[in-house]
Nanobody, 120 residues
Framework: QVQLVESGGGLVQAGGSLGLSCAAS????????MGWFRQTPGKERDFVAS????????NYADSVKGRFTISRDNVKNTVYLQMNSLKPEDTAVYYC?????????????WGQGTQVTVSS
């Protein structure tokens, strides 16, 4: 069982920055990869970024490339999402997720979500 607790959401003006954190209860060697997703009302949850615990390899959605940076601290079992040059369309509930398998792309555990609101 992996418990994930997000923090750092809030309200920011367009063009501003915000950082999110996700603390994982399980030790990093039990999970393969961590991801950030986001969801707005009435829409599906979308992939934002992911990172592997071991090598730190990253993937980003095209919509956030160059603006968002995902990173991890293996000692603290924490994953971060630094969001710069924020746009109103980045407004969403952001979820942290943990993926156990190196082959199955599905994410197995999810945090409770944190609201990010970008005002124009």
């Amino acid at each position: 069982q992996v418990q994930l607790v997000e923090s750092g959401g809030g309200l920011v003006q367009a063009g501003g920055s915000l950082g999110l954190s996700c603390a994982a209860s399980a030790r990093t060697f039990t999970t393969y990869r961590m991801g950030w997703f986001r969801q707005t009302p009435g829409k599906e949850r979308d992939f934002v970024a992911s990172i592997s615990w071991s090598r730190g390899s990253t993937n980003y959605a095209d919509s956030v490339k160059g603006r968002f940076t995902i990173s991890r601290d293996n000692v603290k079992n924490t994953v971060y999402l630094q969001m710069n040059s924020l746009k109103p369309e980045d407004t969403a509930v952001y979820y942290c997720a943990a993926r156990l398998s190196t082959t199955n792309p599905s994410y197995d555990y999810w945090g409770q979500g944190t609201q990010v609101t970008v005002s124009s």
